[in-house]
């Protein structure tokens, strides 16, 4: 496994999301990362990260499937194309929609008058897990991506970088993304 998360790749200016962004002190930090051919990412929860008291705030779970999904969008790109992730151009993706439904609310334990400290289960992320890891979260969440298409600008009169989509595609199918790549690398 490469020991350089996915999200560590990118640039400052593109590094303060809240929820996988290096750069941001109260983030997340969430980190991706290959595991042969599967992207993963593993997430402890802290104490303040509840719903109510022994449950994960959907809204963090969310997050997590949204910078996991992107970021693995990105490490895909880089690896269809035949690339280090640190090349140029920047592959780089935004989520245009992001549905999940909670099928089973994601259990945090915590330590309640013992000395020992009792960490809370990791949440593990992953397009494909093992047969195992799935049976145990198929049950509690299901999430979907759009993917939006576009370029980066410079807009100089804000002096910031605009995302302009040209593209909303609400089911994009990987094996045909990783193959457009690969066509896509073929012809330059």
């Keep these: 496994m490469d020991e350089n998360a996915f999200q560590d790749y990118y640039a400052e200016n593109t590094s303060h999301c809240y929820g996988?962004?290096?750069?941001?002190?109260?983030?997340?930090?969430?980190?991706?990362?290959w595991d042969g051919d599967e992207s993963v990412a593993t997430f402890?929860?802290?104490?303040?990260?509840?719903?109510?008291?022994g449950y994960v705030y959907g809204g963090l779970?969310?997050?997590?499937?949204?910078?996991?999904?992107?970021?693995?969008a990105a490490a895909a790109a880089y690896k269809a194309a035949g690339r280090s992730m640190d090349s140029m151009p920047a592959f780089r993706y935004v989520t245009g929609s992001l549905h999940v439904d909670y099928l089973k609310p994601k259990v945090v334990v915590h330590a309640k008058e013992v000395k020992e400290e009792i960490k809370p289960p990791?949440?593990?992320?992953?397009?494909?897990?093992?047969e195992v890891k799935?049976?145990?979260?198929?049950?509690?969440?299901?999430?979907?991506?759009?993917?939006v298409s576009g370029r980066v600008k410079k807009n100089e009169m804000f002096q910031r970088i605009d995302f302009v989509a040209n593209n909303v595609d609400p089911k994009p199918d990987p094996g045909k993304e990783i193959e457009k790549l690969k066509n896509e690398q073929a012809v330059q």
């Design 44 to 53: 402890t929860p802290k104490p303040y990260h509840i719903a109510i008291p």
């Design 20 to 33: 996988c962004g290096r750069l941001n002190e109260h983030g997340l930090q969430l980190k991706s990362y």
């Design 134 to 147: 799935f049976e145990e979260v198929k049950n509690a969440l299901l999430g979907n991506i759009i993917k």
């Design 61 to 72: 779970l969310a997050s997590l499937i949204d910078c996991h999904g992107t970021g693995t």
């Design 122 to 130: 990791e949440i593990k992320i992953g397009p494909k897990p093992s």
